[in-house]
C-alpha cells in the first residue's frame, strides 16, 4: 500500500476532523505553526502576476494588519521531498506533528497558544521558533476580508530586546533552529541559506553585526546538512 500524506494549515475545524482519523503506519498528519494560505511571498508573487497578466495595479488587500512573514514554501519543498522518498525508497517522513488544541470555558475546541501568542506544535519553521511578533494564523480570529493572508503584528522593541538582547542573539537562535529543522527534515539542506538570509532581513540584522559569524554559521549547516544524510533518513522496513 502507498503510503498517504495529509499537509494541512492551523485551523480548528481541520484539527478537529485531523484528530479523529485513526492512525496507520501508512499515514502522515502534519499542521504548520505560523502557516498561512497566502503568505508574504506568495501575495507579493501574485500581485505581480495579476499586474503582468491582468493589467491590474500591484496594490496588496486592505488588511488591518501585515501579511504574515513566515515562508511556508521552505517546509512544503521539504514535506514534498519527504513523500517522494516515503513513496519511492521507503524512507520514513518525519513524524507526524499537529497543533495542540485545548477546551475553552464552553469546553469548545481552541488551539493552545504560548506567552507571544502564537501556535503550540505542529511544524515548527525556524521563523516561529525565532519569533519577531504575533502570527495570527486561524481564520476564525479574523473576522474580516484577509484571512488567507492571516496576520503579523510585531514584538515592540522592548519585547524585541527581551528575547534577543543583542543582535549576535537573534543570529545564534536562527542559526540554531534552522539547524534544527534541516536535522528534523522539515527544511532542505539546500534551503537553508536562503532561509537565514530571510530571518535576518526580516529582523533587519546583518550577518556581522553584535559579532555574528556567517563561517561559522556555515560550518554548523555542513554539519547539519551531514547529519541529515549520514542519521536523519530512516529506512522502512
Same mark, same amino acid.
Given at each position: 500500500?502507498?503510503?498517504?500524506?495529509?499537509?494541512?494549515?492551523?485551523?480548528?475545524?481541520?484539527?478537529?476532523?485531523?484528530?479523529?482519523?485513526?492512525?496507520?503506519?501508512?499515514?502522515?498528519?502534519?499542521?504548520?505553526?505560523?502557516?498561512?494560505?497566502?503568505? %508574504?511571498?506568495?501575495?507579493?508573487?501574485?500581485?505581480?502576476?495579476?499586474?503582468?497578466?491582468?493589467?491590474?495595479?500591484?496594490?496588496?488587500?486592505?488588511?488591518?494588519?501585515?501579511?504574515?512573514?513566515?515562508?511556508?514554501?521552505?517546509?512544503?519543498?521539504?514535506?514534498?521531498?519527504? @513523500?517522494?522518498?516515503?513513496?519511492?525508497?521507503?524512507?520514513?517522513?518525519?513524524?507526524?506533528?499537529?497543533?495542540?488544541?485545548?477546551?475553552?470555558?464552553?469546553?469548545?475546541?481552541?488551539?493552545? &497558544?504560548?506567552?507571544?501568542?502564537?501556535?503550540?506544535?505542529?511544524?515548527?519553521?525556524?521563523?516561529?521558533?525565532?519569533?519577531?511578533?504575533?502570527?495570527?494564523?486561524?481564520?476564525?480570529? %479574523? %473576522?474580516?476580508?484577509?484571512?488567507?493572508?492571516?496576520?503579523?503584528?510585531? &514584538?515592540?522593541?522592548?519585547?524585541?530586546?527581551?528575547?534577543?538582547?543583542?543582535?549576535?542573539?537573534?543570529?545564534?537562535?536562527?542559526?540554531?533552529? @534552522?539547524?534544527?529543522?534541516?536535522?528534523?527534515? @522539515?527544511?532542505?539542506?539546500?534551503?537553508?541559506?536562503?532561509?537565514?538570509?530571510?530571518? %535576518?532581513?526580516?529582523?533587519?540584522?546583518?550577518?556581522?553585526?553584535?559579532?555574528?559569524?556567517?563561517?561559522?554559521?556555515?560550518?554548523?549547516?555542513?554539519?547539519?546538512?551531514?547529519? &541529515?544524510?549520514?542519521?536523519?533518513?530512516?529506512?522502512?522496513?
Amino acid at each position: 500500500m502507498w503510503p498517504s500524506f495529509w499537509h494541512i494549515y492551523s485551523g480548528v475545524t481541520a484539527l478537529r476532523r485531523v484528530r479523529v482519523i485513526p492512525r496507520q503506519p501508512d499515514l502522515a498528519l502534519y499542521s504548520g505553526s505560523g502557516g498561512v494560505h497566502v503568505d %508574504l511571498q506568495l501575495e507579493t508573487t501574485g500581485l505581480l502576476i495579476r499586474e503582468r497578466d491582468l493589467g491590474f495595479p500591484p496594490e496588496p488587500a486592505d488588511c488591518p494588519d501585515p501579511v504574515i512573514p513566515i515562508s511556508v514554501s521552505y517546509i512544503q519543498s521539504a514535506m514534498l521531498a519527504a @513523500i517522494d522518498a516515503w513513496i519511492r525508497d521507503g524512507i520514513e517522513p518525519p513524524p507526524s506533528s499537529l497543533i495542540q488544541l485545548g477546551k475553552d470555558e464552553n469546553m469548545n475546541d481552541v488551539v493552545i &497558544f504560548d506567552e507571544n501568542g502564537n501556535a503550540v506544535g505542529g511544524l515548527r519553521s525556524p521563523q516561529i521558533e525565532v519569533p519577531l511578533g504575533q502570527y495570527i494564523a486561524n481564520p476564525l480570529t %479574523l %473576522l474580516n476580508d484577509c484571512f488567507l493572508n492571516g496576520g503579523f503584528r510585531a &514584538f515592540d522593541e522592548a519585547r524585541f530586546r527581551e528575547l534577543y538582547p543583542k543582535d549576535k542573539d537573534y543570529l545564534r537562535a536562527v542559526d540554531r533552529e @534552522i539547524s534544527r529543522a534541516v536535522a528534523d527534515g @522539515i527544511v532542505l539542506p539546500e534551503d537553508a541559506d536562503s532561509l537565514h538570509q530571510d530571518m %535576518l532581513a526580516d529582523a533587519g540584522v546583518a550577518e556581522n553585526r553584535g559579532g555574528g559569524s556567517s563561517s561559522a554559521a556555515g560550518i554548523e549547516l555542513l554539519l547539519m546538512f551531514l547529519l &541529515f544524510h549520514l542519521a536523519g533518513r530512516r529506512r522502512v522496513h
